[in-house]
């Protein structure tokens, strides 16, 4: 989960979902509460530990931090290098990752294929926004917590994507990588006031899910594949950058694009991508498709989630 958010566009709570975890997470979130104390009271630590699945929550998010540091610097290393295999991985695991929970509707109806459109629209959708400018200003970086957060434990829709549509991957994800080695002032009050949003987030947001699949399990099972389906779109190997900002100037440009990423025209010049059109292999301009290592690794992802699935009925 910790690697899968340091990627636009994979979901955490996907990894969660095909990990068997999901709904003991979001219960096990939500149990973090103000009722807590009352527990401590009656039934000290323990009792504490036991009514928010403490071990549980201990061992998961410490293979979060792993995660996340791992993800930093490899994933970014991958991504970077080879785009295209690691992009066909996910590519591969969530197409998996969607037959997979089709498969938990229990109940297959009308309502259930038009929540499944509903869903994919959305994600569709969300996944055509074009970036915009982020800010260090307290109340974004709270804004930035709270709905990257509540993306990373909703199946499908990418908590670092929601920071790159708020232009805040490039302030988060540099200050994550860079404080360790050299702290400051500003890279602490960034990751404190998105910390806070993180917080509020886990709480609102895990409430909301508890009761949905309370209630209405078959829908939020539904609407949950849907998302997938539609994040598969900002996931495609191939894509080739139509619309890039000057990061200095904020001057867009939609002409030879390709040829600017590849050959700036001064090492000083930095661009950011807005904008992607999907092509085929043939059609891939950036660089090397290395098609037969993106097939191989999206059947790899592919076979993950089915493995995973039956180790998950071999633990119960």
Excluded at 75 to 99: N, V
Excluded at 253 to 271: A, G, R, W
Aim: hydrophobic letters at 50%.
């Amino acid at each position: 989960m910790g690697m899968a958010e340091v990627i636009p566009g994979v979901s955490g709570g996907t990894i969660a979902f095909i990990t068997g975890i999901y709904e003991r997470l979001i219960n096990s979130i939500k149990s973090i509460d103000p009722r807590l104390f009352t527990e401590y009271k009656e039934r000290g630590i323990k009792g504490v530990w036991k009514a928010i699945d403490g071990s549980f929550l201990l061992f998961l998010l410490g293979g979060m931090i792993i995660g996340i540091g791992v993800g930093v610097v490899l994933i970014s290393h991958l991504l970077e290098k080879y785009p295209e295999p690691l992009w066909a991985f996910f590519f591969g695991l969530i197409i998996a990752s969607c037959i997979y929970i089709a498969k938990k509707i229990k109940d297959w109806n009308l309502s259930s294929i038009v929540l499944i459109v509903i869903g994919a629209a959305v994600a569709f959708g969300i996944t055509q926004l074009a970036p915009s400018e982020g800010s260090t200003h307290p109340v974004m970086l709270i804004a930035a917590g709270c709905i990257a957060i509540s993306a990373l434990i909703l199946p499908g829709i990418s908590g670092s994507f929601m920071l790159l549509l708020m232009g805040m991957y490039t302030i988060i994800i540099p200050t994550l990588r860079n404080l360790p080695s050299d702290p400051n002032s500003e890279g602490i009050k960034i990751l404190f006031f998105f910390g806070i949003g993180a917080i509020i987030g886990l709480a609102v947001f895990s409430r909301i899910l508890s009761w949905t699949f309370k209630h209405y399990e078959n829908q939020t099972l539904a609407i949950l594949t849907g998302f997938m389906i539609g994040s598969l779109n900002k996931i495609w190997p191939w894509r080739n950058p139509t619309h890039v900002m000057d990061k200095t100037s904020g001057q867009i440009m939609t002409d030879n694009v390709i040829q600017l990423l590849k050959n700036p025209t001064s090492t000083q010049v930095e661009y950011k991508i807005l904008q992607e059109a999907k092509v085929l292999p043939s059609d891939y301009l950036m660089g090397d498709a290395h098609i037969a290592l993106a097939i191989l690794s999206g059947v790899l992802g592919f076979a993950m989630v089915f493995l995973l699935e039956r180790f998950d009925k071999k633990s119960k």
